[in-house]
Nanobody
């Protein structure tokens, strides 16, 4: 069973940047679309961004569309979320997920452990 191992969270001032990483262990997500989600305290998990299996297409929620970039390096079995111009509202635990399919079905069968992103104002 694949495990998704996340890294790159932390504390950053508003306007700053962070890059999150999600790497496969004990399996692979090559051939799967991948997604990033986030969950703020007391709120439901929210979709943030997704990318197709080969990285040729991506989708973002409107609030992050011009600030975040999802990318992947299949040779390293790793997916990234580059977050720029961070705002306090971006504060959340971020999770990566493996889509069941090669395209963006938004049906996920594996999740990372989550990493905290805190944006100070």
């Amino acid at each position: 069973q694949v495990q998704l191992v996340q890294s790159g969270g932390g504390v950053v001032q508003a306007g700053g940047s962070l890059r999150l990483s999600c790497a496969a262990s004990g399996g692979t997500f090559v051939g799967h679309a991948m997604g990033w989600f986030r969950q703020a305290p007391g709120k439901d998990r929210e979709f943030v961004a997704a990318i197709t299996w080969n990285g040729d297409s991506a989708h973002y929620i409107e609030s992050v569309k011009r600030r975040f970039t999802i990318s992947r390096d299949n040779a390293k079995d790793t997916v990234y979320l580059q977050m720029n111009s961070l705002k306090s509202d971006d504060t959340a635990v971020y999770y990566c997920g493996r889509d069941r399919n090669t395209w963006l079905s938004y049906e996920y069968d594996a999740w990372g452990q989550g990493t905290q992103v805190t944006v100070s104002s």
